[in-house]
């Protein structure tokens, strides 16, 4: 029996830190895979360059992703996640009533190297038959979750007809800043634009 | 003198059908490189195959576009002026008020193959040096164009606070609509956004 317990133990003992290896090969290969789609786009993103960028073999690599539309979805899964994460963050107590805010939190979502690399994927899967399928899905569900953070955030109520749609328009919107954003810093235009929106928008919202 | 004359006229006969002639070689060609750009993306979309589809030869068309980059700059630009002349030609004598009519012309901007064709052209000058600036200062001048057209067509008076950007976030709302539309037929969705923000504008112009 106690030989039975210490050989698990220093089983569980050697396991332990080979997940967290194993983890931490994961997110430097997801990582990496977001930053070489935000730089290079999809046809510049292949399994190799991303293993050589995040310092893992190519045999590592495809371990974890055994193909390349594996490593992509994933990556950027992982980044609509780590996106839902930081909005919910910025505001764990609620908006507290600050439109302005969470609509210029929601539409920072949408600007940076995050929604590049999502714009890449989503444009390669228009023209990728084995890509489209698993990003439409993907999309389907990061769009899902972004809505709910969304209303909670601005304390829309749903069940009053027309919230649901303005709330919708307001995300399109936020999409849209973001690809008014990928050739030229769009800073200063898109700042006035929120101004203005958050303002109509806690009209339409009261 | 008259022998200059009949030399001059004869010239001139001889030359207009050939400017037909090289005007539809160039539309052909125009045209050929917009379908292939929403198809297959810019990593597919080079002078041979665009020439193909076409039905001209290489020479022919590298004659009117010396470069990659001089062909596709050249087909988004068109692509451009021929949805704001559609979008003129919907309302001749103006919007006469309607504005949910104007906002759903609008965005009917960016959707289909034309705003998947510049949606590609913008992501690959994302990328490729070459053919950033050229595509940047491509979409300043559509962008600006097409704010003066809905200005125009809304009845927005924009010397008032805030109606400038109201525009604005309009069009970066059809934006991001076309977008939402990439992968999927947004349609249903996508008018019941438009008809909620065409209130919302509504009120906010008035």
Redesign the interface.
Known sequence: MSTVTTDDHADRADRVPKQDRSRATRQRLLAAAVACLA??????STVSVVAERAGVSRGAAQHHFPTREDLFTAAVEYVAEERSGALRALFPEGAAGDRRAVVTALVDLYTGPLF?AA??L??????EEQL?PR??EL??RVGRETHRIAVELLGADETRP?VR??V??L??????????N???DDAS?RD??V???A??LD??LD
């Open positions: 730089e290079h786009g999809w046809s510049g590049r714009l890449h989503w444009v390669a899967a228009s023209n489209r990003v439409t999309e389907a027309g749609e303005t919708q328009g995300l399109d919107m936020a999409r849209g800043l973001g690809l008014a990928l050739l030229t235009r006035r634009v101004a203005q929106w303002a109509l009209g339409a």
